[in-house]
Nanobody, 123 residues
Framework: QVQLVESGGGLVQAGVSLRLSCAAS????????MGWFRQAPGKEREFVAA????????YYAVSVKGRFTISRPYATNTVYLQMNILEPGDTAVYYC????????????????WGQGTQVTVSS
C-alpha cells in the first residue's frame, strides 16, 4: 500500500487560490490512480477530482470543474490540487486517496486515504 500525507490547507478569503499537496510514500506510487475528496461538517465525503496513473487523464466534480486542477508531475511522488476562485462552499476537510484505477477512485473504492487537511473559505 501507499501512504499519503496531505498539506497546504488553511483559512482564506473567498476568491483567492490555494494549492494542496499530497505526498506519497511507497515504490508503487506510479501505478496508482489518485484522487481528492472533501467532507464538510454534517455531510458525506464527496469526490472532487481524480487523475490516472500516467497523469494524462483527469476528472472533476461539476462543482469544481474549471476552478480546480489536479496534477501529478512526472517522476515525483506528489499529487497537487490547485484550487482557484475559492468559495465558502468549498470549506471542508480535503482528503487524498489512491486506487487501482481512476474508475475505482471515482467510485470511492480506494486502497489508501490520507489524514486530511482543513480548508476554510470565509466570505
Amino acid at each position: 500500500q501507499v501512504q499519503l500525507v496531505e498539506s497546504g490547507g488553511g483559512l482564506v478569503q473567498a476568491g483567492v487560490s490555494l494549492r494542496l499537496s499530497c505526498a506519497a510514500s511507497g515504490r508503487t506510487f506510479k501505478n496508482y490512480a489518485m484522487g481528492w475528496f472533501r467532507q464538510a461538517p454534517g455531510k458525506e465525503r464527496e469526490f472532487v477530482a481524480a487523475i490516472d496513473w500516467s497523469g494524462g487523464t483527469t476528472y472533476y466534480a461539476v462543482s469544481v470543474k474549471g476552478r480546480f486542477t489536479i496534477s501529478r508531475p512526472y517522476a515525483t511522488n506528489t499529487v497537487y490540487l490547485q484550487m482557484n476562485i475559492l468559495e465558502p462552499g468549498d470549506t471542508a476537510v480535503y482528503y487524498c486517496a489512491a486506487g487501482r484505477n481512476q474508475i475505482d477512485v471515482r467510485s470511492r473504492d480506494v486502497e489508501s486515504w490520507g489524514q486530511g487537511t482543513q480548508v476554510t473559505v470565509s466570505s
